[in-house]
T-cell receptor, first 115, second 114 residues
């Protein structure tokens, strides 16, 4: 079974631009969560989508948004990029229901650099 | 609110030696607890999980962890470390009411000496 895939793997953007990251979960998984990983803040939860609905949200500004499609693929968007948005963005998928929803399988991440 | 503390930022052990990585959590109810490993340039891989029942859980790659409610701890252990175990290890807690949202510790970097 293929794992979680994230595209692109690396991205360089300029301050003020916007960016869209994509995540394809494991086949059969209906939940997709997004995390931001930085050396200073560690792993921080952004949001989680299940069956095309946002089910949980972390403490990030409204510049960070996401969506999930009917095939469970998810995208996250960051508008008006700031230098502090430079990070590794990790996507994790799970079955989404019952205890198995807590078992998350992570993709390799997208490394975003904002200059 | 739930939180996770990993007291050791960096640990160095010799190959073949035993390993224990510490994790303390704060959560009002029975937590769901996890250990993940991250190799450089990679995402996180789930090593083991605890939901309920037997407090000693076995994971992949020869790892085990013990849940101690009285100490709010979930320490990761391995009897004999291999060079390939060098990586960063994260402890995480999941909330019963928040599936899909885990709170992670800051991680412990493991260096293995030959």
């Amino acid at each position: 079974k293929a794992g979680v895939t994230q595209t692109p793997r690396y991205l360089i953007k300029t301050r003020g631009q916007q960016v869209t990251l994509s995540c394809s979960p494991i086949s059969g998984h209906r939940s997709v969560s997004w995390y931001q990983q930085t050396p200073g803040q560690g792993l921080q939860f952004l949001f989680e989508y299940f069956s095309e609905t946002q089910r949980n949200k972390g403490n990030f500004p409204g510049r960070f948004s996401g969506r999930q499609f009917s095939n469970s693929r998810s995208e996250m968007n960051v508008s008006t990029l700031e230098l502090g948005d430079s990070a590794l963005y990790l996507c994790a998928s799970s079955i989404g229901q019952g205890l198995a929803s807590y078992e998350q399988y992570f993709g390799p991440g997208t490394r975003l650099t904002v200059t | 609110a739930q939180s996770v503390t990993q007291p050791d930022i960096h640990i160095t052990v010799s190959e073949g030696a035993s390993l224990e990585l510490r994790c303390n959590y704060s959560y009002g109810a029975t937590p769901y607890l996890f250990w993940y490993v991250q190799s450089p340039g990679q995402g996180l891989q789930l090593l083991l999980k605890y939901f309920s029942g037997d407090t000693l859980v076995q994971g992949i790659k020869g790892f085990e962890a013990e849940f101690k409610r009285s100490q709010s701890s979930f320490n990761l252990r391995k009897p004999s470390v291999h060079w390939s175990d060098a990586a960063e290890y994260f402890c995480a807690v999941g909330a019963v009411t928040n599936a899909g949202k885990s709170t992670f510790g800051d991680g412990t970097t493991l260096t293995v000496k030959p």
